[in-house]
């Protein structure tokens, strides 16, 4: 149980940074539409925890625009006598390049089967000097600051998505190299791209872009796991399915709804 919940956050962060459409002018989405993408997380078909994503507006901060993006995740009720998560990740990106300004992490989880992590971190990016700051406060303690170097297109995992889902487009059959920094380790990862149909339900089927990589996890001591992400194939660019494959099985991460402006815009499969 340890390592699947551990993993479960490395989904979230890994692969909600990339999204892709298939059309030749897809659209900015501007800093005034606000969207949150709702997820649950089943093994085996079990829902074990409760995730999301939120890109907030643009707000200005010493004169300069910035967004906001968001995601947490939590364990269920039915769960907590086996482990409890209440994590929170925060990622502010310049709205003009969409490079990372800061990274902070909240972990809080603990319970039998989960090692008790209890901290504040934030990652402070300089990719002018190619660098980052590390703060870490633990039990009321902060640790000595730490600067790592860092290669000059590096993001964290947040500012990765906010880069791909408001700006760029990858088509089909395109390799995507990405160098991701979320404070613990730098890894170079690529996505291959291909198109699928994925069925929501019965009734219902979508046109999509299914990403794949193939990625170490420190977790299992570096052994191999894939990564699979399936977008919708238009100009929403909406990440409708992300799933784990591991050595000790599969975990997948699927979208309840999308929120827009505190209204629900879209549902999944509950159609």
Known sequence: MKNKTFLLIAILLL????????????????????????YT?????????????????????????????QAQVDSLPNLRLLFRMKNRFTSIVETS???????????????????????????????ARQKVTIEKEEKGEKSEKKEIPIPLDTYDPLSLFARYYLKEEVRPG??????????????????????????LNKERAVETVCLECTTPFSTFGDQEGSIRIWYTANRE?????????LPIGSVKFELEEIRESKEVVQTSSKE
């Open 41 to 69: 997380a089943k093994k085996l078909g079990v829902p074990i925890l409760k995730a999301s994503i939120k890109i907030e507006n643009g707000f200005w901060e010493a004169g300069k625009s910035y967004y906001r993006i």
């Open 237 to 245: 660019k909406i990440p409708i399915v992300m799933e784990l494959d």
């Open 97 to 127: 390049t969409y490079t990372p300004i800061r990274y902070i992490k909240e972990i809080d989880q603990g319970g039998p089967f989960v090692k008790d992590k209890h901290y504040h971190q934030t990652l402070f990016f300089d990719l």
């Open 174 to 199: 395109q390799d995507i190299q990405m160098s991701i920094f979320d404070g613990v380790k730098l890894r170079q990862i690529v996505f291959r791209s291909k198109k699928e149909k994925v069925e």
């Open 15 to 38: 692969l909600g940074p990339s999204t892709y459409g298939n059309e030749q002018n897809v659209p900015k989405i501007e800093p005034e539409t606000g969207k949150v993408f709702l």
